[in-house]
């Protein structure tokens, strides 16, 4: 079993780094990813990893290069946030289209414009649709888990698709936590050699990777990448019980915290996750029966088994610290109203998003939403679906 | 031609080492030339006359151990892998437009690693293939980074001197001039209004092992750039002239002749750039007035008016200047 340290979440994904010890790493600065870079770049100069460390001159060029190591049949990583992200959304799509198994955590940060620093989840949501698994997590201890669950989960032969680790920018890139972190050997162990199906370098057998496919084609690349996708939950669960024995810590496809029999619950990804148990505590405490549902995975979607646990409760508020600008609310409520329309009983619904851009969001924000909850359980209408938390109005 | 048939005795004789394993030295006769297997064989989908798969086919013809090409979006790509067929015999990436540089230096670390690591046992040479656009224009900032990284790849630029697969638009290796579908030779502005940079010497001021730009005409010459590019220690860069008959307006059958008469001009200097060391590999015997380059092209049809003559004008003026440029560093820093 590992040993108990103080790390920061963007410590604490460099040293996931370390310990999976890729054999390319290619990355460039941003904040609040930055240290990633940084801590990973002193471990390549101290002689502490295999790696090869390509420091390219954008994020572009970032996902390219680790898209030509991942084809080449190297284990690649690489780490962004925010406008790094964005830059990188052309070969988002070519990596998950190529079945690359490239693991990438994510430190959220908002999206210009304006610019903005500080945590929201707009930069991974506006990549949901790109093909790539995204795990969320709540504290610096599940962005370390989920960075090495990553590594096997995204190199199952069932799965071969890359993935997105994402966590809090500031809020748990730069918190000091105290965590639990398992020995190199461990981690080598669990994460196994990589054996790539295809290479590049392999003279016996040359491939090609990227060609033209046309209307005859392009629809059966992408059918077979959406038929990887209904695989990968079932991945997910396996690797994470595997993990379980070597860490003692339990991972499922989401948490559910005082949920079994809550009648209004609460659904949020990240670190707002933590203080939202606070406040579910607390009202439990006053005889209320709240709970709350965290996301874990939510590229795939495991809709049924989240419209399982939620469509027997009164009411559910869906908190997203992103908006989709559609008019219909924020992207995680979209998601959980359609998994919730087929059920026979459903649940009323609401939409609030939060903390745009780094805005603060408290113990009373959240006690404000069960609130509501309360107030339209008992009107037995929703009159204000879509809602702003926390802005001046 | 009497150039050529002279260059076909000088055999080179060096036999060089790299990493232990002694390589045979590149063919220098069509004879023995021939007889080197094609690494990008027929049966793609070019035009016929295109400039860019004899100026791929040349420089492979260099090529003595396994490699890795990567190629940028462009004509070159789209015609050479149509799923479920490839044109290429050896293991091939393409990924996007602007990147094919960072793509192959991906492709390069991860065979560094992989090879220290002793998983990789042949030893390989990495080259990215992009046209002018995806090099000159969108890929710049891709190609630079990668060759101030000090990957031991080649990139070669096939410079049909516009966007050719998407119907003709200027880049900026667009001549003063030309006729393009978004520089066109209209009534009030004729073609595009602003000269071509100089992409080789933006590459040569990368202070990379070595630089050089080519034509398929002068064929023994870029078979040689090709080899000494191989064989760098580092970066390496070709500036290759490609003839696009669609885009010049020229018959598909007089390529070699007009890419000739680019060299003959000084439209297009031969000359290679070898740790700092500037050198004209081909100097022509009577430097012929850039007119005769331009007048068997269709793109430059519209600047043999009296109004345009200045045009042309322009042009022998910046050839001029270029080629003195040229003469004065070599000289300096032979
Ligand atoms: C990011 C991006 N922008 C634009 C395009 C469209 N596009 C594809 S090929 C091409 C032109 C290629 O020109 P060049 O690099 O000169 O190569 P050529 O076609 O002449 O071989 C363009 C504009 C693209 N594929 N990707």
């Known amino acids: 079993m590992g040993k108990r340290v103080a790390l920061t979440g963007n410590e604490a994904a460099a040293l996931a ?55 080449a049949g190297a284990r690649a990583m690489t780490a962004t946030s925010s406008q790094g992200l964005a830059l990188m959304w052309e070969m988002l799509y070519i990596a998950s289209s190529y079945r690359l198994p490239i693991v990438m955590p994510v430190v959220n940060r908002a999206l210009s414009g304006p610019i903005n620093i500080h945590c929201d989840h707009s930069d ?49 890139s730069h918190g000091l936590e105290n965590l639990e972190i398992l020995e190199d050997s461990e981690v080598s162990e669990f994460i196994g050699e990589f054996e790539p199906e295809y290479s590049l370098l392999d003279p016996e057998h040359p491939v090609t990777f990227g060609p033209l496919a046309l209307q005859n084609y392009y629809f059966e690349f992408k059918r077979q990448q959406a038929d990887a996708m209904t695989k990968v939950a079932a991945v997910v669960r396996r690797v994470g019980m595997e993990f379980e024995k070597v860490s003692g810590r339990h991972y499922e496809l989401f948490e559910e915290y005082r949920l079994g029999d809550a009648e209004m619950a609460m659904v949020v990804a990240n670190s707002t996750a933590g203080t939202a148990k606070e406040v579910v505590d607390e009202l439990r405490a006053q005889g209320k029966k709240v709970g709350l549902l965290k996301i874990r995975m939510f590229r795939p979607f495991p809709k049924e088994e989240i419209a399982a646990a939620l469509s027997s409760k009164q009411i559910v508020a869906v908190l997203d610290r992103a908006d989709t600008y559609s008019t219909m609310g924020g992207p995680i409520y979209n998601e959980v109203r359609s998994a919730l329309y087929d059920e026979k009983l459903r649940p009323l619904t609401m939409s609030y998003i939060y903390g745009l851009g780094g805005r603060d969001v408290g113990l009373d ?3 404000k939403v069960f609130s509501d909850m309360e107030a339209s359980r008992t009107a037995g209408k929703v009159s204000e679906p879509i809602n702003y938390l926390g802005v001046h109005e | 031609m009497a150039e050529q048939s002279a260059a076909l005795d000088t055999r080179h004789e060096r036999q060089y080492s790299t990493r232990g394993v002694v390589l045979m030295p590149v063919p220098t006769t069509l004879k023995e030339l021939s007889k080197k297997p094609e690494i990008l064989t027929g049966g793609h989908r ?52 602007e990147n094919a540089a960072a793509t192959i230096s991906g492709v390069e670390a991860a065979y560094r690693s992989l090879r220290r690591q002793g998983k990789v046992k042949s030893e390989f040479r990495f080259i990215a293939f992009g046209g002018d656009g995806g090099t000159y224009d969108i890929g710049l900032q891709s190609l630079s980074g990668a060759m101030e990284r000090g990957h031991r790849m080649v990139y070669v630029c096939y410079n049909n001197e516009a966007y050719m697969n998407t119907g003709i638009q200027r880049s900026s290796a667009t001549p003063l001039g030309a006729d393009t579908t978004t520089s066109p030779a209209g009534s009030a502005i004729p073609g595009k209004p602003v000269p071509r940079k100089d992409l080789t010497a933006i590459m040569a ?33 070709l500036n290759v002239l490609a003839i696009c008959p669609r885009g010049w307006r020229t018959e598909s059958n007089e390529g070699v002749e007009i890419m000739r008469l680019a060299v003959d001009t000084c439209y297009w200097p031969l000359y290679e750039v070898d740790n700092g060391v500037w050198r004209i590999t081909y100097k022509p015997k009577d430097k012929k007035p850039v007119e005769e380059w331009l007048k068997r092209q269709g793109r430059f049809k519209h600047l043999f008016t009296a109004e345009n003559k200045h045009i042309i004008e322009e042009l022998q003026a910046e050839v001029d200047r270029n080629w003195q440029r040229l003469l004065e560093l070599s000289e300096k820093t032979s």
């Open chain 1, 17 to 71: 780094m370390k310990q999976i010890n890729p054999d390319v790493v290619a990355a460039y600065p941003i904040t609040p990813q930055t240290d990633i870079v940084q801590y990973f770049s002193s471990f390549v100069h101290d002689g502490k990893v295999k790696t090869e460390f390509v420091t390219v001159e954008s994020e572009h060029s970032a996902m390219s290069a680790t898209i030509g190591a991942s084809a």
């Open chain 1, 124 to 172: 991974t949501m506006g990549a949901r649709d790109s093909g790539w698994i995204q795990l969320y997590s709540e504290s610096a201890q599940e962005a370390y888990d989920n960075l090495i669950q990553a590594v096997r989960i995204a190199e199952h032969p069932d799965v071969r698709l890359p993935v997105m680790v994402c966590f809090d920018g500031f809020i748990t």
């Open chain 1, 365 to 367: 924000d959240i006690r």
């Open chain 2, 46 to 97: 070019l035009c016929a006359g295109c400039g860019a798969p004899i100026a791929v086919r040349q420089i492979l013809k260099a090529l003595e151990t396994p490699v890795v090409i990567g190629n940028a979006t462009g004509c070159l790509e789209v015609a050479t892998s149509i799923y479920p067929y490839t044109a290429w015999r050896c293991s091939w990436i393409h990924t996007a437009f």
């Open chain 2, 205 to 237: 001021a990368h202070n990379i092992p070595y630089v050089a730009q080519a034509s398929p005409s002068n064929w023994l010459d870029l078979i040689k750039k090709a080899d000494k590019a191989l064989n760098a220690d580092g970066p390496a860069f």
